[in-house]
């Protein structure tokens, strides 16, 4: 839950709210002015944590440091995520062998730098009377990922969609 969401003090709008002291100790339902009064002689804030709950639950703590303390917390999980961007590579059914090995080393490079890579073939004309050229030129794209020694995984395998054939590929976990 972000701070900004949580309630203090008389803000809290619940005639009747489960209170825990500074301790972690349940000192029971009591009402919003008691509950305040309680926080006021701690020195403390008023904190509603559990907001859906019935009765909501409070908790006495300063409300400054608790407020440090997610925003800590939030810092640390932002900074432990990591971001996969999605590349995509465009081609068509017809593509020359020099230019697919091309496109297979770009999406080698892709997928060595921990992006994910949607392989796309656009159909145009007749072309559309022969996906399974489309598929062929994927397998291919496939197999030359493999005789390079690139790990991979498929996330989805090839499926037309309108005029468009595609596949997306992630780098394998185990590097």
Do not use: W
Request: net charge positive.
């Amino acid at each position: 839950m972000a701070t900004r969401e949580l309630r203090i003090n008389r803000q809290i709008r619940a005639h009747q709210v489960l209170v825990i002291d500074e301790n972690g100790v349940q000192r029971g339902t009591m009402s919003v002015p008691e509950a305040c009064r309680l926080a006021e002689e701690a020195g403390m804030d008023l904190v509603e944590v559990s907001p859906n709950a019935n009765p909501p639950v409070c908790k006495i703590l300063d409300f400054g440091r608790y407020r440090y303390e997610m925003e800590k917390k939030s810092r640390e999980a932002k900074k432990n995520q990591t971001v996969v961007k999605i590349k995509e590579i465009r081609m068509q059914p017809k593509i020359e062998k020099h230019d697919l090995e091309t496109k297979s080393k770009a999406i080698a490079e892709f997928l060595q730098q921990g992006n994910k890579v949607k392989v796309s073939i656009r159909f145009r004309g007749r072309e559309l009377a022969h996906p399974e050229l489309g598929k062929a030129v994927l397998d291919r794209i496939l197999d030359t990922l493999t005789e390079m020694g690139v790990l991979y995984n498929l996330d989805k395998g090839a499926l037309m969609e309108g005029k468009m054939m595609s596949m997306t590929v992630s780098p394998s976990r185990g590097k």
